[in-house]
């Protein structure tokens, strides 16, 4: 049979250059998307491509099998991607450890004001989320090159070595479990495109070099270029946001050379009686002396002199307390010696900690920064004969427990490092890809691969450990024993294949195994017609087996749980969306502990680790790092940095209850919920009840506002990224954290926009036209400017506006009736209704992404509605949104942008960036000033008991008393992000140092 890649390999050999173009054209997607997944860069992937295609020319009169050129590609391009990362050393500043200013200037060239930064990056971290969380390495794999490739079944195929079958398997099985994030994914994956230039630039390059001399050249699109492009794509996919919870964070520039860090199980007090220059762990404290607002004294008396005068309320000495973390710190690895030693690997500059002797702190060892080395996997670390040993990429050793480090080794074949396994007389690293050996304390490895099944990119080895001397691997394809240095496969009572995750005591094996791909029906599974997944136990070293999976947790049927083993002593527990434990090694299975009461877990990126066999610590992606101290039955979050960013605050003390009852104050950080009645000792997270043990359980949706009316707290919220349905919940005043969706109010649903937005933007880009405004306002509802702007998009860009309406869209509610934006288009629900209907007010000004950035204001009382606009102007209706009057002229002053409106009975107060404004329903308007008639700017607003709190960016928190501003606090935490007020406790939020409380002495 005639091979076409063969017959234009020979032509190129005999000097016809063209031929490798109609070689370049048909891989170069294939070669530029497995690049593009391995470095995470889609520009850089470029590079590579490039470079990858130079070689290939250089070479191909010594490759020996010209009908394998495909694989051969791919065996080159894995290796360049390896070369690179370990060359160039990628080292990414932590975009979230760096201050404001710095992001402005760093990641900000493409926006307007520092907003624009969150929203987008909290837009494109689901993507990475999605695909590697939800997905196995070989899964995403030909999922990328199906998507991003453009290749076919057959061509992926042959691509990568595998049976066709194996890939339509693989890839209906990534569909089925993505679901309805199918085309996010999809999104994700098809948005990028290759320069057009491409093969023209590499032919120009191969007009100039000589194909028999080996080939010297770099790659060659400019560095700056390059490196704008990684800051955009780390951007478009989360990278360095605050809300990267499932991918590794770059390396800061910005670490501290040392330091010690408490564990946070006690509150954290800060001394406000402290110099104004000096900055403690908490944050900078701003003096009254900084105000901006002063310059909007008409008469040029500042404020600071009325206080000296005796016009505002005095101050005690008091202290911001510190509540305690919502979530703990992101670890990636974690090693727990024999004499009860642990060190951790991880925080927001990721670095090597230690746990003290007693438990109750962190001390920071080294940044890994100051490596110089690239990283990827876990990066395992371990403790060998009083060495520390650690894997970021290559391996660096200690001999003065963790001060200073030395290359000891490096692997070219080998990366993605995973675990370390010790044993008396070796050590044994597990790379995805392979395993090393040395004797020798890692001066010499040898390979020990012979008898793993690893023929294939989509095998891949997931954990090692050792029971009573004997060495076990879990890989994508089975369970294998180390016997005399060949791997043997063991056979378990059903046709297994992929071992999720291994754990071990002293005499007992655990594995988490799954149906092998020869015998599972994806249609089946999909429809939970055949079971998937079983929990075994050996206690004769892998001879037998017992299968003790619990049965009254996840599905039995359906697609399989990730869940992560742990196991010490009679302890066991199956981890994932909540757990499952026995304390008779499996025989029996305790009550399910449901999700969110413990952390979410993965048995594929997700670490643990047992401290003196009875203290449990675990590092999950999605919740951070935990400890328990009771076997699992109870879970502390630790966070070792202490940072921790909050986007919104909500006071709330239900109507006709005793005077005991506590206030509950919900904290918003990013699209995660937490409450706590106790003053953020203990926070809980607010979550909707899905049952573990359906098959098809949906995800918690995302929360994107949070409101108080009358006796009840409502929530806005929606699926992931925003392309699917939004709705209205109830948040239980009972317990302050069940979600429940209400009945009868529509949902609002963007998947057919998504769709038809997708369809249209390939068009675009095939045929270098825009996409049609009207074609998408045929499927959805929405302002006609936010068409147009979605229509006029990059279509090479994700879809920043879908996100942004998601996001900045609020809703309000006043008795039966419910005001939503939607779309920048504001819609009415009153109780019967079957849908959602306009009230007549939307966007009409241009959305440029400063103003598409910014949140519409809304307030509700009875009939009465105020809308203040993204273009400065604030309409009102009276009738409950039937009617609206522009009532813009009659502004005390001129007014940019709306920052909060509160409504308390026929009085509103309207935060602008030019000062408050006070109303008795639109017949008289009042600027609210301070003791010296300043008028104050507050970034946010706050009424408790009929008495309004505002705080301002500097100069501290007021009070209303009789219609003046009265400071009580005049030193606050930094970057104040949100307010609210129970009494005479005052609660921030902020953006690195979590919620803080102040308690007023009246």
């Not at 690895?333 to 900690?353: A, K, Q, T, W």
């Not at 692997?411 to 044993?423: F, N």
Request: glycine share 6%; aromatic share 10%.
């Amino acid at each position: 049979m005639n091979n076409p890649d063969a017959e234009l390999i020979q032509r190129v050999i005999d000097g016809d250059d063209s031929a490798f173009s109609t070689l370049m054209e048909k891989y170069k997607k294939s070669v530029h998307a497995l690049a593009w997944r391995k470095i995470g860069d889609f520009h850089i992937a470029e590079e590579i491509t490039q470079d990858t295609f130079l070689k290939a020319y250089n070479k191909l009169s010594t490759l020996k099998k010209p009908h394998s050129f495909e694989s051969w590609l791919y065996v080159t391009t894995a290796n360049n991607c390896k070369a690179w990362l370990r060359k160039k050393r990628l080292r990414t500043q932590s975009l979230d450890d760096t201050s404001s200013s710095e992001l402005e200037k760093e990641t900000y060239s493409h926006y307007v004001i520092q907003e624009r930064e969150r929203t987008s990056a909290e837009a494109r971290r689901e993507v990475v989320k999605k695909l590697l969380e939800k997905l196995q390495e070989g899964d995403r794999t030909v999922i990328t090159l199906y998507y991003l490739g453009g290749m076919t079944y057959e061509e992926i195929s042959r691509f990568l070595g595998v049976s066709v079958s194996a890939i339509k398997n693989r890839l209906y099985r990534a569909r089925q479990f993505l679901k309805k994030e199918e085309n996010m994914v999809r999104e994700a994956l098809e948005n990028y495109q290759i320069a057009p230039t491409l093969t023209k630039d590499i032919m120009q390059e191969i007009s100039r070099i000589n194909p028999t001399t080996p080939s010297g050249s770099k790659p060659f699109i400019p560095w700056i270029a390059a490196t704008t492009g990684a800051v955009l794509i780390m951007l478009m996919l989360g990278i360095g946001s605050q809300f990267l919870s499932q991918f590794q964070k770059p390396f800061s520039l910005d670490s501290q050379t040392d330091m010690s860090v408490e564990f946070i199980n006690a509150s954290i007090v800060q001394n406000l009686e402290i110099e104004p220059d000096v900055q403690n762990r908490i944050g900078s404290i701003k003096e009254l002396e900084e105000n901006e607002n002063s310059a909007q004294n008409p008469d040029g008396v500042s404020a600071l002199s009325a206080q000296e005068n005796g016009e505002n309320t005095p101050e005690a000495e008091q202290q911001w307390i510190k509540s305690e973390p919502l979530e703990g710190s992101r670890v990636y690895s974690m090693f727990s010696s024999v004499d009860g030693e642990l060190y951790v690997m991880g925080g927001p500059n990721p670095s090597i900690f230690k746990l003290s002797e007693d438990g109750s702190s962190w001390q920071h060892l080294f940044d890994i920064i100051n490596l110089n080395t690239g990283y990827g996997g876990n990066s395992p670390i371990a403790k060998w004969k009083n060495t520390l040993y650690f894997v970021p990429d290559e391996l660096f050793t200690s001999t003065d427990d963790g001060k200073t480090w030395k290359l000891r080794h490096s692997w070219e074949q080998y990366y993605s490092p995973r675990e370390w396994l010790l044993t008396e007389s070796a050590l044994y690293i597990v790379f995805m890809n392979g395993i090393v050996r040395s004797k020798d304390e890692g001066k010499t490895w040898e390979e020990l691969n012979t008898g793993l099944s690893l023929n294939t990119p989509l095998d891949s080895i997931r954990s090692i450990v050792a029971i009573q001397d004997t060495i076990f691997v879990g890989t994508s394809n089975g369970l294998f024993r180390l016997e005399t240095d060949v791997w043997i496969r063991v056979d378990f009572p059903e046709n297994v294949g992929r071992i999720r995750s291994v754990a071990v005591t002293d005499d007992t094996l655990y594995v988490a195994a799954e149906l092998s791909d020869t015998q599972s029906d994806p249609r089946l599974i999909s429809r939970g017609l055949q079971r998937s997944w079983w929990i075994f136990r050996s206690t004769d070293v892998g001879r037998s087996w017992a299968d003790i999976t619990p049965t009254n947790a996840w599905s039995l049927n359906g697609w399989p749980p990730h869940v992560k083993l742990v196991a010490a002593g009679d302890t066991v527990m199956v981890m994932e969306k909540g757990m499952v434990r026995s304390t008779d090694s499996g025989d029996t299975w305790q009550l399910v502990q449901a999700p969110g009461t413990t952390p979410t877990m993965s048995g594929d990126v997700d670490v643990a680790a047992v401290v003196k066999g009875s203290e449990f610590y675990v590092s999950s992606a999605e919740n951070g790092l935990h400890r328990s101290t009771d076997s699992g039955k109870t879970w502390y979050k630790v966070n070792i940095s202490g940072v921790s960013r909050i986007d919104d605050l909500l006071a709330f003390k239900p109507k006709n209850r005793s005077l005991n009852t506590p206030t509950i104050l919900y904290a918003r950080s990013g699209e995660k919920l937490n409450s706590t009645n106790n003053q953020g000792k203990t926070w809980h997270k607010v979550k909707e009840e899905i049952r573990m043990e359906n098959p098809d359980r949906e995800e918690q949706p995302d929360i994107t506002h949070i409101v108080k009316s009358g006796d009840v707290v409502y929530a806005k919220g929606g699926a992931q990224f925003g392309h699917g349905e939004i709705g209205i919940y109830r948040i239980s005043a009972e317990d302050g954290v069940t979600l429940t969706s209400i009945v009868g109010v529509p949902r609002f649903d963007l998947s057919a926009l998504y769709r038809k937005w997708s369809d249209l933007r390939m068009q675009a880009l095939q045929k270098s036209e825009k996409p049609d405004a009207q074609e998408l306002q045929e499927v959805a509802s929405g302002a006609i400017e936010f068409f147009r702007q979605m229509a006029e998009w990059d279509p090479r860009q994700p879809d920043v506006y879908m996100q942004l309406a998601f996001r900045t869209g609020p809703f309000a509610v006043s008795g039966g009736t419910f005001f939503l934006e939607y779309n920048y288009k504001l819609f009415r629900w009153k109780t019967g209704q079957r849908r959602w209907e306009p009230v007549g007010i939307e966007e009409t000004t241009e959305l440029t992404l400063e103003v598409a950035f910014k949140d519409l204001q809304l307030g509700v009382s009875g009939e009465t509605v105020y809308v203040g606009k993204r273009d400065g102007h604030l309409v009102v209706s009276f009738d409950n949104g039937t009617n609206w009057t522009d009532i813009t002229p009659a502004l005390p002053f001129p007014v940019k942008t709306f920052k909060d409106i509160i409504i308390d009975r026929s009085t509103a107060y309207i935060a602008t960036d030019a000062g408050i404004i006070k109303t008795d329903g639109g017949r008289s308007w009042n600027t609210v000033t301070d003791t010296a008639d300043t008028n104050l700017v507050m970034e946010h607003l706050a009424i408790d008991r009929s008495v309004l709190y505002g705080v301002t960016k500097d100069t501290g928190i007021y009070r209303l008393e009789d219609g003046i501003w009265r400071r009580v606090v005049s030193k606050i935490p930094e970057n104040v992000t949100s307010l609210a007020v129970d009494g005479s406790i005052i609660y921030v939020g902020t953006r690195r140092d979590g919620v803080m409380h102040y308690n007023l002495v009246e």
